[in-house]
Each structure stands twice: as C-alpha cells, then as structure tokens.
C-alpha cells in the first residue's frame, strides 16, 4: 500500500496547476472563490480554454479526442481546478450525454455531437426527472410518438438544471405505453430552439435560477436523433446515471470551501469558541477520511479496468459522506458571522465575505436531493452493497 | 399543574389565527414581500384594529395587560403566517424595555401610539464589531448591525457608550440628522437595517444607571426571546403538519412515499423534537420574566437549545422530504425552512446558549 | 397554563420525602446510589416497608387497597423516591399483572393474588416473549391445551426479568392453533413452583444474570387460573402493554443519574474540558424538556378521565426520550473517569464511584431494546400520531 | 497509489486468520478469559512460533523487520477473534519503544527474548492521578493505573518523574520486592493492573535527556494507537457482517427484519462508519511513525476520533439490531461491543482527540 502519488502523477499536478493559475480569468476565480453564481459566459469562457489546451473533455479517451486520463489523473485534474478557484465542469455534456454517445451513438451522432460540447460551442441539459416522478424516474410520461422520420413528442421535464442556458437536451420519452415500466422507454436528443420547447424558471429557495421546467409540445424530433434502439432507453439512462456519479465526493470543491469556512472562522474569531471549532474540526477529519474513501474506490475502480468503468454502488458511500460535508461547511460558515449572514442578496453589508453565506446555505439543500437522494443512495447501499 | 389556557386565551389565538388565514395568505404576503417597503402599514392597522399591539401594555396606556403566554400564542399564529410586520420588535421588545426604562412622561407619550400603531419603535442593541455606538455630548455616533426593522421605525432606542464608559440608552428619531438607514430584506423576507449614526442628536431615557439599563435591555429581550421561542414552535407546528401530510399524498414506486419506514422514522423523529420545543416553549413563556437573572437565563438558554436544535432538525428534513418540492420558493415550506434558520441564529446560536446554560448549571 | 404543582400536591411531596428519608434502608440507598444491582431482599423490604405505611400500590385504586392517587400524585410518589434512592417498584406484579387482574380478573382471582402482590409476598415475572419472536409479540407458540380442570401448558418464554425471583409468572399461551395470529391466544396465570417449569438464566453483556428462560414441560395449571375468556388473551395482552408504559420516562431515576453524573465529572474535572461539559448540558436540557413533555401527557391523561388510563401513542415519545437521555447518561458517566471505568466488578480499584460505571453503561443498553423497542415505538408514533 | 496489499502482507494476514479460526475460536477464548491469569501461555507460544511475535522487531534481533501496515493487518485479524493475548502491548508497544530508548546491550538481552516468546514485556505510563511514579535514589515508589496487561509482564518499563523533575524510563522487574501488582479483568475480557511501587528497584533505561525520552514513550505510544486503529476495524468489519447475516435470517412480522427500510438504512449508516474507519486506520498505518511529530499527531487524531466515532456507532446499533439477542453474553457479538467501547476510550477518547486535532490543526 502506497498512498502518495506517482512522481509521473506529481508533475502532472504541477502542470495542472501551473496552467490554471495562468489562465484562469480572475473574475472567474473571484466569483468561484466567494461563492457568487456564475453565469453561462463564465462557463463557456473556461471550457474554451480549456478545450485550447487540449483538456476539453477530461474524462475523453483519445479516440475522441480526450487526453486519455486515468482516473487518478482526472481526479487530480479536478481537484486542482476546485482548488484554484476554476468553475466546476457542465456535466451534463461531458460527463452524462457523451458517454452515452460514445457507448451507443452512431458515428454520426458521435461526430455532430461530441466535438461541440468539447469545445463549449453546445451547451446541454437533461430531461430525465418530471413533474410528481421524483426519485422514481422510471415512471416517465412524456410521450413520443413515430411519425415517418421523426417522432413528435409531447410532455414536461423539471428540475433541468441550467435550462435556460442549453442549446440541446436529452431526454426520456415513453415510445410503448402499453409496456412495463422500465420498458417502452426511449432515449432522445432534442434542439432546444425546436418549436414547441418551452423553458419556464424555477425559483429555488435562496431565489436562484438554476433550475427550469421545460414544456414540450408537439415537437418535432428527427428520428436521426434516436440513441440505440427504441424502446432501450432505459438501458442508456442507467448507463448515463452511473457515469453522473464520477467525481460525485466533490472532495476538491470541499477541500477549497472548508479553507474558506477557516479563514471566515479566524477572522470571526470563532476559533477561540471550543464547540465551534470543534464543529469545523469534525468536518475537516470527516473530509481527510473521505477523500481516502474516494481514493480507494478509484482505485479499485482502476483495478477493475477499462470495460467496467461506470461507478459502482460504492459511488453511494462517496454521495452520501460528499453531500452531507459541503451541507456542514456551508452551515458553519454561516453560523461562523451570524447576523451578518442574514442580509440577502446585499453585497455591501457587513463583512465581504458575509454576503452569500446565507444563501448559499439554502442553495447547498440540494445536494442530498439531487442526483439520488441520499435515501435513495441508502438504499442502494443496503440492497447493493450489503445485499439487504 | 395546568397545561390548558384560559378561554380568553383561546379566543385570542383564534382571532389572530382568523386573521392570518384570511388576511394574510401566502400569496398576501408574497406581494407585501415584494412591494418596496417589505412590510404593509395597512396590516399592521388591521393589527392594531384587533388590539393585538397593545397586547403587552399596561392598560393604562391602552394596553390589554396581558404576557408572555399570550404573547407567546399570538407569536405562534403569526409564525404559521410568517408575518413580516415588525411584531417581535415594535410590540413586543421596544414596550418591555420602554416600561422598564423610561419615564411616565415618555411612556404616556409613546405607549399609546403604539397600541393604536400609530408609531413604530423599535431598539437597536447590537453594535457592528468595528463602529460600536458612543454617545459625546448627547449625540450619537457609531453603527447598529442587522436591527430587525430598524427601517420601518420612526423613533429608535438606541443602546451607547456613554462619555462615562456607562451603557445608557437613547431614543433617537429615525428621520433626524446624522441618522443614516440602510434598509434590506433578510434571507427569510423579513426586513432590518444596518443603522449608521454621525453625531446624531438624541435623548437619554434611562436614569443613568449602567446596571439597571444593561438589565432592563437584558430583559426586555429575555421577553423578546420567550416570544420568538413560541414563533419558532408556530413555525414547526405548521412544518410537521405540511410534511406529514405531504408523504400522505406524494406517490413515488406505486405508494404513497408516507409508507416508507425510514422516511416514517424521520417524521416521528421530527415530532419528538417539536414536543420538546412546544415544552420549552411553555416554560420560556412562564420564567422569562423571573427576576432572578441567573435562573431565568439559565432557563431561557436551555429553551433556545431545544428550540434552536429542533428548528434545524425540522427545517432540513422537511426539505428533504418533500424532495425537489422543497427546494422551490412556490411552496411556503421553503419560507419556513428559511424563516426558521434565522431564528436559529437569533438572539444567540444554540452553540451559545449550550456554552452559556453550562456556566450557568455549574455556578448554580 | 401554571407548571407549578399546587398546594396540596406540594405538601404530599413533602411528605413523601420524609417517609422515604425516614425509612428507606441506608444499605439499599448506597446502592441505588452507586448503581450497584439490588436482590430479592432489597425490594422486597422495601416494598413491605410501603406496604406498611399503605402506599404498597401506589398506582391502585382504593377499592383495591391502593391510595387511590392521581397522576400528578403517583407521578411525585416515584420522583421522590427515585431522587432519595429508593428502589424502583417492580413493575411486573404492581402494573402489569395488577391492573389486568382489576380489570378482567374474577372476585376469586382478585382475592387470590392482589393483596400478596401488594404486601410484597409474592413476586410476578411476565411470560410474553418467545424465542425468535422479538417485537413481533403475537407470534406466540406456547402451546396449552384444556384437559378437564386443567391447562397443560407446553413451550420456552424468554427475557424473562427477575424470573429467578419469582413466585408467579402471567403467560399468553396459545389454545387455539387453527386460529389467525392474535386470536387462539389466552392468558394463564401459572404457579413458579409447579413441576416442570425450569428457569435458565441469561447472562447478559454485563456479566449480569437480570433474564431467564423460562421452559414449561407439560405444566399443570388450574383452568381457573385464566384470566377472562379463553382465545381472548391478546385483548388482555394489549391492555397490559397499555399499562407498562406508565411512568415510562423515568424522569426521577433520570434526574438522579444526572445529579451523579455532575458529581462525578466535576470530581474528575471533566466539567473544565468545554466539549464535555456541553455534552452534560446538553443531556440537562434534553431532560427538563422531557420532564415537561411527560406532565403534559400526563395532564392530559388525567384530563381525558379514569376511563381512558392507558397511555397512548404519546407514551411511546417519553419512552425513546427517557431511554435516550439514561443511556446517555451513563455513557458520559463511564467516559467522565475514563480508564478507570474499565476495571470488571472491581470494588476497589480507582475513585469508589467508578466501579460500576462500565457495566452500567453496558446493562442500559437494554432499554431502547426492551419493553418495545425503540424502532417500534417509532412505528407506533409515525401511525398512531402521524397517521403515516 | 496503491492500496493493494502485498503477497508477503496477504499471507501473514491469511496465516493470523486461520490461526484465529482453528485455535482461537469463541469457546475456546471464553476458557481462557474464564481461567485464572485471564490469558493463555500456550497460545502466545502459538504466537512466538507463528513468527508475530517478532514481527515489529529487527532482523538483528531475531525480528522480521515489518512495519504499521503488517501490525495492522495481523490487529485486525485478531481484533475480530478479539484475542485476549498481550499482543498490542507486549509485540507493538513495548519492542517499539525499547528500539528507540534502551541500549544495545539491553535491546541484545530482551528483544531476543520477546521475539520467542520468552519474555513478556510491558509499558507502565499512566500514572495513577493521586499517586505519580517518582524516582528517588534509583528506586521508583508511587502507582500506575489500569496498565494493559501489566499483570503477565516479567518486565515492566516505567515512566517516572527522576529526582532532577524530568520524565525517565525504568525496567523493573515484576517480581521485585516494592512491586505490587493489582490483576484484574476489565470489561472487554482484558486483563489490565494497577502497579503499586514502594520503593522498587529499578534500572534507568534511557538516556537521560527528558524530551528525547518523553518523544521516545509517544512515538511508541502512536505505533500502538495505529495498530489499535487496525484492531478496531477489524472488530468493526466482523460485527457489521454478522449484523447484516442477523438482519437476512431473523424473521419478524412474516419477514427477515432485514427488509425493514429504518433498519437498512441504519445498516448503510454503520457501513460508512466502517469505510471512513478503515481509510483513517490506512492513513494512520502509513503516518504514525512520521518522525513530524505535529503532522503526525494531527493525522493519529484525525483517525482516533473517526475510529471512535465509528466504534460507538457500529457496537451500539449492532447490538440495537440485534435486540435482545444482542444483549447476550452468549452471542460473540456482545464480545465486540465491549472491546469496541474500552478501544474508543483507550489512548484518549474521541473528545480529546478532536480538540488536540483542532489545536494540531489552527497551529500548522
């Protein structure tokens, strides 16, 4: 057992980290580092950069013109870029459709999709969840009818996040309604400027617009845009969820919020309070254990190889510690200033760093919701794991 | 030993609560929310029309002479309501620290307009760490940190150093020179304003005592606290109820998502934390006018532990459990949760009043 | 609303406290006080002391020779003498058996057994659980079949409590095997001393013996030792659940335990050390709520009338509570002396208070487990009071 | 980064294992905790020729050269047969620290002897809180309280305060007049003494120089804690297995309780105890003879507390699940609720350790 890194994986990081800190524009930086939302320029400004680079799809094998990472080099990747203070990657491009793509796509579908998103010039979301599904995402309404070349589909898909800035979503369509459930269930790619696509927001409890309802109505979708066969979908959006859990710890993101949670405690003097720093002493142990939970699984996952490559059950564990650290680091920064914390949305009260503590408590609520509830992830560690 | 209230009480509880349900709908309040002042003066004469303001004043300043248990009733109502009018602070605090500080001349002036909602007083205490407020001269300079409705207020009392080194404490009139109001909404709609004076002119109110003006501010607070205690336990009342039956109706896998077990742990979980809340929630009522200091601190801290530890349990698993529903300003679950969270972080964290109830035990 | 207790209940407290200062054996004081295990003898004395002074049913109406006291009265009665080191009443005879026999037991039953009970001549032990059956207490197996004026009674009944001092055990045994689950059970009355009843004890994590087996071989009992209608013993049953949880909180034994955790970590200079001190603080708050939370359910039973004097499902909050914060207790009382805590029924070694604190920690375990666990009083609050 | 183990690493951890399951069964250990001493001598000859006993020490010294991770790995193994044998203190503690204090002619004459199992040798520190060690004319008098098998060493090492008030290592022999040993069972089966010295001979080990020494008595201290780390998650990994076994066969209501939803998410809650547990026990192996003594307490810290944290929430829900079953001493699962409960309180509890990593942590 080694638990360092390769000296080949330290000048990897060294490279990373060299290149982030050139060309990671400040204002990005300055608005990752406080926590203020960015918005879709900021994203597509630090994909370009990246994809300049040659480092567009971290996750890409070469043959789709990725750097060919393992996984201990993506990780490091991610953990840099988090550190420095670049934008968290768009998954649903990289990480969820282009997967699917490689694995199932035509070649076709593969060359008009892929080298777009890599290159931040198509901006995708994703129309799994609907309205009164929840966590039962089998359970898909939306309805595409065939109809010569294309399918017209008819429905609503909600929780899309970053919606309203997407140029392509794609979705779950029931294609036989008279099949069971997981059956009958088709895997579509949609134009989001299709008429008959409608983007409603919704507002989120820290009065954020992250997320949308999207309506759509007789829309015309060529049936070119089919993953896989009809009907399989379900076996591409499993596939897809799997592959939405890499990187699901955030041990990065963590890492770089719990500094900011001790520079706001010090300058606060929280510290000097014991409960109080013991609370952030409790997190900074449980963030040093889960990144070596996140390592093992890693690599166990790279022992496995390339054919098995989307995230075990064990992905689970890394969702459920992940999610519960940042909902801590953002509770306690809030607590750490206290009154100040309460202004909402007012740059210019109290302490700079004051100004989205608050919101961004609400905000972070999502994370045991989203992606899986961290119920859900129980169960899947009770049945998957432990065989309940 | 009695835990039912009284008739009168009840009637009480029922109009406001009357009043809630049809005069302040969620989507009432949405509009006042988003209206530029973020409070409605037309409410707060609805309130002063069903004589609630003067709840908590001597009766004969036109008050009803009632206390902190039925203060702690009407609190709770309002708190199912979330009532964003500056009740906690302009009829509840300010009239507490007013009878215990002022003179009858000033009492006989401002008691009264209070009861009829006629002026808004409201004290400003905490003082932002860098420009504590001092007092040369008779006028005021310094600034007052995240006062709860210090915006809506025309007259202000005003805590300060004195050139003595002596707490005292001033009314100052918000529209005065040198008094700058930086009004903003706070994260759970409501209103405060950091308070910004420059040599601004004021009055001293108290006799010049520093330990009695500390403790009648200390008690008029303590008050303060017992009343936000049975907002709090309003809040959650409604929050239970509303998640419960959520997972009644919610379908997902074919059942309603109530016949989960682990979501039905949660649930009685959340419940054990609301009765221990609802019984602190008495007990703060019935002790927060004890004149022993220590006893009666000692009590209130242990209160807003189980209040404040029960508001984050609920609040967050409330949320959880409505799931994506949770998460949207549509609903007013979110508004409580938000609502919620502050009181937490009002009038002292759970960390200390735990901190503080444990010097209090030891020295006992 | 007045939490006070009024005059009259204060002088009744009053006098409770100097009988029990009076006459409460200073040998079986020291051990309550000092956790130490009581035997057969402790109680009994003490109740017989009771029993002279006429409190021997502190919770029995007069016509059955109690003082007829209400709850707030009971509730002060079992305050007092758990704060003073009184022995905690033996339930099994006083609240279980007694209030079935008022209930449902003829004249003779009555007769029989109530007055023995009362005057601490004879001792009950409950025959409820089976092996294998836990929570699921209907799953009865105990066979007992009428033969003339008998029942023969066949089958294992297990944590049975202090059955190795008992005189008597009440046992639901099943009379009708064709019957569905909760019907074909009946309720027998069955002499400790009859051939072919064997106890076994079982030592439990502590090195305790406080449970045992009880095998019933071809026992001969009376059939006028049924309690009610055969088949109908479920009914009975149910009623005497109802009963065990009167007092289930604990408050008095809790409020006790607390008094010695303090003296403890404050000898230990525990109470310096911030992080444990507001574990102490914490476990005090918890239990002034609870205390408020038990007599208002406790108001609100007495409000409710003689009629209804079961506790309902509210019951089941003061049991996970009162469980909750003893176990608590103890596991800070073992954790305030630290190493010393270890030693294994060593009188001697370390400070004197710290002999016992190590299995009291382990013997408490039980509480959340017995008497309906905490899971299932979960259950019981989620359907009963939530409606889920 | 490699978290596979070895071939070498696997065998010894196989070799342990079996010898565990063959020799070492439940039966066979509640003969040994019921005889007189409380341990067997023949199985720590077992042990001896099994080559263990000489896994920490030298090759000079007859010893096999491994390190943490081997020690870690053999911890395991044993923590789950919940061996009874003085290995943490007499294998890991004791040879560490000689290694670092004592002289070469000392190392010749003991470690030989420890690695066949000839000697057992033990470290005495803590000193009783009334009653400290002190040295006076080469001859040690005061107590040590609840050392972990003192009472089968043939050699104690004592810490004492020395004449000049500096801390220093003694050896003395626990059949020497002044040595009083006071044997007894503790609550996990183990055996620990309080050592009563009055006037005891003894013969100074170390150098002389206070730091080095008291550096010297922690850094073998810290090799322990790591191995003891190692032995709670492998008492950890038995009891979750066999408490999820008990939740597949024990039927309830008609079905194994294991389809319970509260239950099997308590069940996913122990095993993320378990995983964040063994990935501190990994960190620990690896740092916990990081000759950075700030670094390498805050790591020891940072796995102490998970490690804690995770034994009181594993023993207390395994047994919880168990129900009453769980209660019995008959069960080996009782067995490891007790020696998972004296790990979390030995070498600190997880309070202290929180708070020294908390300090450890503002200061680098």
Not at chain 1, 47 to 54: D, S, V
Not at chain 2, 129 to 134: E, G
Not at chain 2, 207 to 229: P, R
């Amino acid at each position: 057992m080694d638990l360092n890194f390769t000296l080949e994986e330290s000048a990897f990081r060294a490279e990373v980290r060299n290149f982030v800190g050139e060309k990671l524009p400040a204002h990005i930086r300055d608005k990752v580092m406080n926590g203020v939302h960015l918005n879709r320029d900021d994203h597509i400004l630090w994909q370009r950069i990246l994809h300049q680079r040659g480092w567009g799809g971290p996750g890409w094998p070469r043959e789709f013109g990725g750097p060919g990472w393992t996984p201990a080099e993506q990780y490091i990747f991610e953990e840099e870029c988090a550190a420095a203070g670049a934008p968290r990657l768009i998954s649903f491009g990289l990480k969820m459709i282009a997967p699917v793509l490689m694995a199932f796509g035509t070649p076709q579908q593969q060359q008009r999709f892929l080298p777009k998103i890599m290159a931040g010039e198509e901006w995708w979301c994703q129309g799994y969840s609907e309205p009164g599904a929840g966590s039962d995402l089998a359970s898909v309404k939306t309805r595409a009818v065939r109809n010569g070349d294309f399918y017209v589909v008819n429905g609503q898909k909600t929780w899309t996040t970053l919606g309203q800035y997407a140029d392509w979503i794609f979705c779950l369509v029931r294609t036989d309604p008279a099949a069971k459930k997981q059956n009958g269930i088709s895997f579509l790619l949609i134009d989001m400027k299709s008429p008959g696509v409608t983007v409603r927001p919704i507002i989120t409890l820290d009065g954020a617009h992250e997320v949308n309802e999207v309506w759509l109505e007789d829309v015309k979708v060529p049936a070119a845009n089919l993953i896989g066969e009809e009907n399989r979908g379900w076996t591409y959006a499993k596939f897809l969820l799997g592959h939405e859990r890499t990187n699901i710890a955030g041990i990065g993101i963590a890492k770089r919020e719990l500094a900011r949670l001790k520079r706001i405690a010090a300058a606060e003097g929280r510290l000097d309070d014991p409960l109080f720093a013991a609370r952030v002493a409790q997190v900074e142990i449980d963030l040093m254990a889960l990144e070596i939970t996140n390592l093992r699984v890693l690599a166990a996952e790279s022992a496995a190889g390339r054919e098995k490559k989307a995230p075990g059950p064990e992905a689970s564990i890394l969702k459920i510690k992940g999610t519960e650290i940042q909902q801590a680091i953002t509770e306690l920064m809030m607590q750490a200033v206290g009154a100040y914390a309460l202004p909402f949305k007012q740059a210019d009260i109290g302490p700079d760093y004051a100004a989205n503590l608050g919101t961004g408590y609400c905000n972070l609520r999502k994370l045991s919701i989203f992606g899986g509830s961290n119920e859900i992830q129980k169960n899947i560690i009770s049945q998957m794991i432990l065989g309940l | 030993m009695d835990f039912e209230f009284t008739e009168d009480q009840r009637a009480l509880e029922d109009t406001v609560r009357r009043f809630v349900a049809r005069d302040y709908t969620f989507e009432k309040r949405r509009a006042i929310r988003d209206s530029d002042p973020g409070w409605s003066r037309e409410v707060w004469q609805g309130l002063a029309d069903l004589g609630v303001l003067a709840l908590n004043l001597d009766e004969d300043y036109g008050g009803l002479g009632y206390g902190p248990q039925e203060t702690g009733l009407v609190m709770g109502a309002f708190g199912a309501g979330l009532l964003l009018e500056p009740y906690l602070a302009a009829a509840v605090i300010a009239p507490a620290l007013i009878r215990r500080v002022a003179s009858a001349n000033f009492q006989e002036e401002w008691l009264p307009a209070i009861a009829t909602g006629a002026a808004i007083v409201v004290l400003a205490h905490a003082d932002a760490r860098q420009a504590p407020v001092t007092e040369i001269g008779g006028n005021l300079s310094g600034r007052k940190a995240v006062v709860a409705h210090g915006g809506c207020a025309d007259l202000l009392l005003v805590s300060a150093r004195t050139a003595r080194g002596e707490t005292g404490l001033f009314a100052v009139t918000s529209g005065a020179e040198g008094v700058h109001l930086r009004d903003y909404p706070t994260l759970d709609g409501q209103r405060a304003a950091d308070i910004v004076l420059s040599n601004a002119p004021a009055m001293r109110l108290d006799a010049g005592t520093h330990d009695a003006t500390l403790e009648a501010i200390e008690a008029a607070l303590d008050i303060g606290l017992a009343a936000l205690c049975a907002e709090a336990v309003g809040i959650m009342d409604a929050t239970v109820a509303a998640t419960t039956d959520y997972l009644k109706t919610r379908q997902q896998f074919g059942q309603p998502i109530g016949r989960f077990q682990a979501l039905q742990h949660r649930m009685a979980d959340m419940l054990l934390h609301l009765e221990q809340a609802r019984s602190m929630s008495y007990i703060a009522a019935l002790h927060c006018t004890d004149p022993n200091r220590a006893a009666r601190r000692r009590t209130l801290s242990a209160a807003k532990v189980t209040i404040g530890q029960a508001c984050r349990f609920i609040a967050q698993n409330a949320v959880q459990l409505h799931g994506g529903m949770g998460m949207t300003d549509e609903l007013i679950l979110s508004h409580w949760f938000k609502r919620l969270t502050a009181i937490e972080m009002t009038f002292g964290d759970t960390d200390f009043h735990l901190q503080r109830f444990a010097r209090l035990s030891r020295a006992a």
